[in-house]
């Protein structure tokens, strides 16, 4: 199938889908949005407005790079526990340049960015003052999420961070010792702090509340820290237990994740779709890549249902996104800019 005819088929499920989208918000008869957690609503504007962008770049990196598995999730089974804990010791991504990265998501016709600051194998990629387990301690010794936070201001972009309230390397957050988790809550509020008055995020997107030692009022506890330092920060809905794809008491956030999957169509609760541009989270060498066809498919799809994309590449260990993935993002802006 070449470009063209893709194109307007693209187009046409597009306009399609809107059209079912106008009549399903004419019949709900909501102009509202419902929010989870804490007593707190993020003001209704700000929810609109994310929701108004449509599509973000995710971004998965940190010392893994150097293997090319799963960031977090390979260590103690790819990479074994002590190597994975040290690879920071020789991680130094020379080519990295936060222009670059943000022209890439911009091209893309990409709205906003999200980095993982802090992955569940609990490296920072900001220099805290609250773990040694940071960026500055790396041969690199570059704050990463300045210099994006920096690029995304400059280009027009929502800059956005990714913090997980699982830290594998943290040993107060520990499936054994339940009552390390006050000191453990305390350590993440302060690095929180440390990263919302720093680098004013547009939205925290958190990760990791499936584990038994995470409760729900610990989530409900972080929402309204996050809320007393900066009101408008948006927060998505893995803070505090349940499913992440349906609103639930048991869950604390503005808006409804699901994982590697297109949500379904829904006019009255905001969501966002997180889907990587090949297989693996973070960097791996040969991964398959999705097809021009899916990507825009996936878009669209996403965009007629009323949600956001968020969609992930993972850049190598030298600090650069593959030139492939990079020729693949263009390619969906130029579809969008017709």
């Known amino acids: 199938m070449d470009f063209e005819l893709l194109y307007k088929i693209s187009l046409l499920s597009f306009f399609v889908l809107i059209g079912c989208v106008s009549v399903y918000a004419q019949l709900s008869g909501t102009g509202g949005t419902r929010q989870l957690g804490a007593g707190i ?23 893994v790079s150097l293997r090319g598995t799963e960031i977090g999730w390979s260590r103690g089974k790819e990479v074994p526990t002590v190597e994975y ?29 999200v980095i993982t600051a802090k992955h569940h194998d609990g490296f920072c990629l900001w220099p805290t003052a609250f773990s040694d387990y940071n960026i500055m301690n790396s041969p690199f010794k570059r704050d990463i999420v300045q210099e994006l936070s920096t690029a995304c201001k400059k280009q027009g972009l929502a800059f956005c961070i990714y913090f997980t309230v699982a830290d594998w390397h943290d040993p107060n957050y520990s499936e054994d010792k339940p009552g390390n988790m006050d000191q453990f809550v305390l350590t993440m509020k302060n690095e ?25 009022e610990y989530g409900a506890t ?44 829904n006019m009255i609760n905001p969501w966002e779709s997180c889907i990587t541009i090949c297989n693996q989270w973070a960097w791996k060498p040969n ?52």
């Not at 010791?89 to 022209?103: G, I």
């Not at 440390?194 to 995470?214: H, T």
């Not at 799809?301 to 260990?317: E, H, I, Q, R």
Request: glycine share 8%; aromatic share 12%.
């Open 85 to 113: 804990d040290n690879l920071y010791k020789e991680f130094n991504p020379a080519l990295f340049n936060a222009d670059e990265w943000v022209k890439t998501a911009k091209d893309a016709g990409m709205k906003y960015l």
């Open 192 to 216: 929180l702090k440390e990263v919302i008055i720093r680098y004013k995020p547009y939205m925290l997107w958190f990760d990791g509340n499936w584990e038994k030692q995470w409760k729900q």
């Open 222 to 265: 972080i929402y309204q820290y996050i809320k007393s330092v900066d009101k408008d920060v948006i927060v998505n809905n893995r803070l505090g237990k349940g499913e992440h794809t349906a609103f639930s008491s048991a869950l604390v956030g503005d808006y409804l994740t699901p994982e590697q999957k297109i949500g379904e169509l």
């Open 287 to 338: 991964d398959k890549m999705k097809s021009l066809k899916e990507c825009i498919q996936t878009l669209v799809k996403t965009a007629g249902g009323n949600g956001n994309l968020l969609l992930n590449v993972g850049p190598m260990m030298d600090g650069r996104i593959e030139t492939r993935q990079i020729e693949r993002l263009k390619e969906m802006g130029i579809w969008l800019n017709k």
């Open 41 to 63: 609503t993020t003001p209704k504007m700000v929810i609109d407005d994310f929701m108004d962008k449509r599509f973000g770049m995710f971004i998965h990196f940190g010392p």
